[in-house]
């Protein structure tokens, strides 16, 4: 598993089918080493993971009931602020009057963030535009205006352009 996302990194456990047993993680950073986790019970059979490294890393993430892994685990987590400039932007060369428009992005070196856009036509005013998650981190924008005009398409990745 290859997740992205931003400190501090908090989950919950279920272990309400597991039986009996004890429940607990570690965590080790590429550079920055061993970092401290917090293992709390919420409720009965229901348990808070939590921890914040020190810097952005990619992390290893172990969690353990009774001394055996848990499905998933160890868990892969690249903790990276957000990075508007590293979305990658891919797409045929489009020519006036040819729609519908169809654009490819790479968000994988980009760090957490959510992919949103946005389309305007100078005639038309405002145009749906569909994402659509092809694969993890790989996403397809799409849109087709009801006419020629020329459209201003605006990506952001969590709130910033691209």
């Known amino acids: 598993h290859y997740q ?11 272990v309400g089918n597991a039986g009996a047993g004890e ?17 709390k019970e919420k409720e009965p059979q229901r348990y808070s993971i939590n ?10 993430l172990s ?5 055996e892994h848990i499905p998933g685990s160890p868990f ?3 903790l990276v602020p957000p990075n508007a400039s590293k979305v990658k932007v891919d797409g045929p060369h489009y020519k006036v009057g040819q729609l519908p428009v169809n654009l490819s992005t790479d968000v994988s070196d980009a760090g957490a963030g959510d992919l949103t856009a ?4 100078k005639k038309v005013g405002n145009v749906p535009v569909s994402i659509e998650e092809k694969e993890p981190l790989l996403h397809s924008i799409n849109f087709e205006g009801p006419q020629t005009d020329i459209y201003t398409l605006s990506v952001l990745w969590s709130g910033e352009h691209i």
């Open 23 to 39: 429940l607990t993680a570690s965590c080790h950073g590429k550079r920055v080493g061993n970092v401290p986790v917090s293992v």
């Open 76 to 78: 892969k987590l690249n």
């Open 4 to 14: 992205v996302g931003q400190l501090p990194v908090s989950l919950v456990v279920d």
């Open 118 to 121: 946005s389309c305007n036509g």
């Open 51 to 60: 921890f914040e490294g020190p810097q952005p890393d990619i992390y290893t």
């Open 63 to 67: 969690v353990l009931w009774s001394n």
